[in-house]
């Protein structure tokens, strides 16, 4: 049983009855399941970890389907080259030149900011590379944009998609990355070693 969430009127909403049965069908066909409710809130940062594997993109993408949910993410941004880039454009994403001197979190909290509703799905590690200790772009986007942060952790040897209450940042951030770190163990990635 997939217990796909339903969606409270405030959240961002894309698709048809088609995408939300076809997303619910590879669910079922693969096994994957949903845990926990999902916020009705019209502005938040969705953080998904562990993120150790192409994989998880192609999990994130189906689960959005299966919500019924319009995410953004930021992307490299030579991922938006043709032919790629309309489709990824299409599936809610930002392209990022992260080599580039720019102010992405700053840039980011603007797009928050002139937005009525918006659903940020990012990953906390930024990479799929074992990292000694997560990227801070998240916290401080949530915090500049005055919105909540919402852990979602993709449990690969369970299928499930577990969905944490909404966390709001307190200032204290090395207290507050302890309390949302605390949401994700190795254990659940698809690469355990990468995490």
């Known amino acids: 049983m997939t217990n796909v969430p339903i969606l409270g009127p405030r959240v961002p909403a894309r698709g048809n009855a088609f995408s939300h049965g076809l997303a619910l069908l590879v669910m079922r066909l693969t096994g994957w399941r949903f845990e926990g409710d999902f916020p009705d809130l019209p502005k938040f940062v969705l953080i998904v970890a562990p993120h150790t594997s192409n994989w998880d993109f192609l999990i994130g993408v189906m689960a959005m389907f299966a919500l019924g949910l319009r ?93 944490f209450a909404p966390f709001i940042t307190t200032g204290d951030q090395d207290a507050d990355l302890a309390v949302l770190g605390a949401h994700f163990e190795a254990r659940m990635a698809r690469k355990p070693e990468n995490y």
Request: one cysteine or more; aromatic letters at 12%.
């Open 71 to 163: 995410g953004t993410f930021l992307g490299k941004h030579t991922l938006f080259r043709w032919p790629f880039g309309v489709a990824m454009r299409w599936l809610g994403g930002v392209p990022v030149n992260r080599s580039a001197a720019n102010d992405v979190v700053r840039q980011t909290v603007g797009y928050f900011q002139r937005r009525e509703q918006m659903v940020l799905a990012l990953s906390p590690e930024g990479t799929r590379k074992k990292l000694p200790a997560w990227r801070t772009g998240f916290y401080h986007v949530a915090r500049g944009a005055g919105v909540p942060i919402v852990p979602v952790a993709f449990d690969f040897p369970r299928r499930c998609i577990t969905i």
